[in-house]
Nanobody, 127 residues
Framework: QVQLLESGGGWVQAGESLRLSCTASGGPLSSHAVAWFRQTPGKDRKFVASVNWSDGTPLYAIPVDERISVSSDNAKNTVYLQIAALRPDDTATYYC????????????????????WGQGTQVTVST
Protein backbone atom coordinates (compact mmCIF):
# COMPACT_ATOMS: atom_id res chain seq x y z
CA GLN A 1 0.00 0.00 0.00
CA VAL A 2 1.20 3.46 -0.85
CA GLN A 3 2.45 5.51 2.08
CA LEU A 4 2.88 9.28 2.08
CA LEU A 5 5.19 11.51 4.04
CA GLU A 6 4.86 15.28 4.08
CA SER A 7 7.71 17.63 4.87
CA GLY A 8 8.67 21.27 4.54
CA GLY A 9 6.34 22.86 7.04
CA GLY A 10 7.37 25.21 9.83
CA TRP A 11 7.22 28.80 11.03
CA VAL A 12 7.46 31.43 8.34
CA GLN A 13 6.98 35.16 8.11
CA ALA A 14 4.11 36.62 6.17
CA GLY A 15 5.18 37.39 2.62
CA GLU A 16 7.64 34.52 2.38
CA SER A 17 7.26 31.47 0.19
CA LEU A 18 7.19 27.83 1.17
CA ARG A 19 7.43 24.54 -0.66
CA LEU A 20 5.90 21.46 0.88
CA SER A 21 6.87 17.99 -0.23
CA CYS A 22 4.86 14.79 -0.28
CA THR A 23 6.98 11.71 -0.91
CA ALA A 24 5.30 8.43 -1.75
CA SER A 25 6.55 4.91 -1.21
CA GLY A 26 5.30 1.37 -1.17
CA GLY A 27 3.75 0.83 -4.55
CA PRO A 28 3.53 1.75 -8.22
CA LEU A 29 2.24 5.26 -8.70
CA SER A 30 1.90 5.50 -12.45
CA SER A 31 -1.88 5.70 -12.35
CA HIS A 32 -2.23 7.54 -9.05
CA ALA A 33 -3.20 11.07 -8.24
CA VAL A 34 -2.01 13.05 -5.25
CA ALA A 35 -3.89 15.88 -3.62
CA TRP A 36 -3.12 18.49 -1.01
CA PHE A 37 -5.58 19.48 1.69
CA ARG A 38 -5.25 21.82 4.61
CA GLN A 39 -7.01 21.88 7.93
CA THR A 40 -7.33 24.30 10.81
CA PRO A 41 -8.56 23.33 14.29
CA GLY A 42 -12.27 22.59 14.36
CA LYS A 43 -12.66 22.74 10.60
CA ASP A 44 -12.92 20.14 7.86
CA ARG A 45 -10.01 19.42 5.59
CA LYS A 46 -10.14 21.71 2.61
CA PHE A 47 -8.91 20.79 -0.86
CA VAL A 48 -6.03 22.88 -2.13
CA ALA A 49 -4.71 21.23 -5.28
CA SER A 50 -4.00 17.90 -6.93
CA VAL A 51 -1.85 16.43 -9.66
CA ASN A 52 -2.06 13.25 -11.72
CA TRP A 53 1.14 11.19 -11.83
CA SER A 54 0.57 10.00 -15.37
CA ASP A 55 0.70 13.37 -17.06
CA GLY A 56 1.24 16.00 -14.37
CA THR A 57 -2.18 17.55 -14.91
CA PRO A 58 -2.88 19.93 -12.02
CA LEU A 59 -6.21 20.80 -10.50
CA TYR A 60 -6.77 23.72 -8.17
CA ALA A 61 -9.43 24.69 -5.71
CA ILE A 62 -11.98 27.18 -6.95
CA PRO A 63 -11.56 30.12 -6.82
CA VAL A 64 -8.00 29.66 -8.02
CA ASP A 65 -5.41 31.17 -5.74
CA GLU A 66 -2.57 32.23 -8.00
CA ARG A 67 -0.13 32.06 -5.09
CA ILE A 68 -0.43 28.28 -5.09
CA SER A 69 1.12 25.82 -7.52
CA VAL A 70 1.38 22.04 -7.49
CA SER A 71 3.90 19.93 -9.34
CA SER A 72 5.33 16.44 -9.36
CA ASP A 73 8.73 14.84 -9.80
CA ASN A 74 8.07 11.27 -10.82
CA ALA A 75 11.71 10.30 -10.51
CA LYS A 76 11.61 11.25 -6.84
CA ASN A 77 8.06 10.02 -6.22
CA THR A 78 7.37 13.45 -4.80
CA VAL A 79 4.63 16.00 -5.22
CA TYR A 80 5.25 19.60 -4.26
CA LEU A 81 2.94 22.36 -3.11
CA GLN A 82 4.39 25.82 -3.47
CA ILE A 83 2.74 28.76 -1.74
CA ALA A 84 4.00 32.26 -2.41
CA ALA A 85 3.36 35.44 -0.45
CA LEU A 86 2.19 33.54 2.61
CA ARG A 87 -0.50 35.08 4.78
CA PRO A 88 -1.50 34.34 8.36
CA ASP A 89 -4.67 32.67 7.08
CA ASP A 90 -2.49 30.07 5.33
CA THR A 91 -1.70 28.75 8.79
CA ALA A 92 -2.89 25.15 8.86
CA THR A 93 -1.86 21.53 8.88
CA TYR A 94 -1.23 20.46 5.32
CA TYR A 95 -1.96 16.89 4.30
CA CYS A 96 -1.34 15.01 1.10
CA UNK A 97 -3.52 12.14 0.00
CA UNK A 98 -3.55 9.72 -2.88
CA UNK A 99 -5.90 7.53 -4.85
CA UNK A 100 -5.10 4.88 -7.49
CA UNK A 101 -6.75 6.80 -10.31
CA UNK A 102 -6.49 10.16 -12.00
CA UNK A 103 -8.46 13.07 -10.63
CA UNK A 104 -10.68 15.21 -12.78
CA UNK A 105 -13.56 17.43 -11.91
CA UNK A 106 -14.99 18.81 -8.70
CA UNK A 107 -15.16 15.49 -6.83
CA UNK A 108 -11.42 15.96 -6.20
CA UNK A 109 -12.43 18.04 -3.20
CA UNK A 110 -14.02 15.05 -1.47
CA UNK A 111 -11.78 13.50 1.18
CA UNK A 112 -13.62 10.17 0.84
CA UNK A 113 -12.16 9.41 -2.60
CA UNK A 114 -8.61 9.13 -1.26
CA UNK A 115 -7.37 5.90 0.28
CA UNK A 116 -4.06 6.95 1.82
CA TRP A 117 -3.06 10.04 3.75
CA GLY A 118 0.12 11.43 5.17
CA GLN A 119 0.46 12.49 8.78
CA GLY A 120 0.43 16.18 7.93
CA THR A 121 2.90 19.01 8.24
CA GLN A 122 2.18 22.18 10.19
CA VAL A 123 2.61 25.56 8.57
CA THR A 124 2.42 28.62 10.80
CA VAL A 125 2.59 32.07 9.24
CA SER A 126 3.37 34.95 11.55
CA THR A 127 3.05 38.68 10.91
Amino acid sequence: QVQLLESGGGWVQAGESLRLSCTASGGPLSSHAVAWFRQTPGKDRKFVASVNWSDGTPLYAIPVDERISVSSDNAKNTVYLQIAALRPDDTATYYCATRPAAITGPFATMTSIYDAWGQGTQVTVST
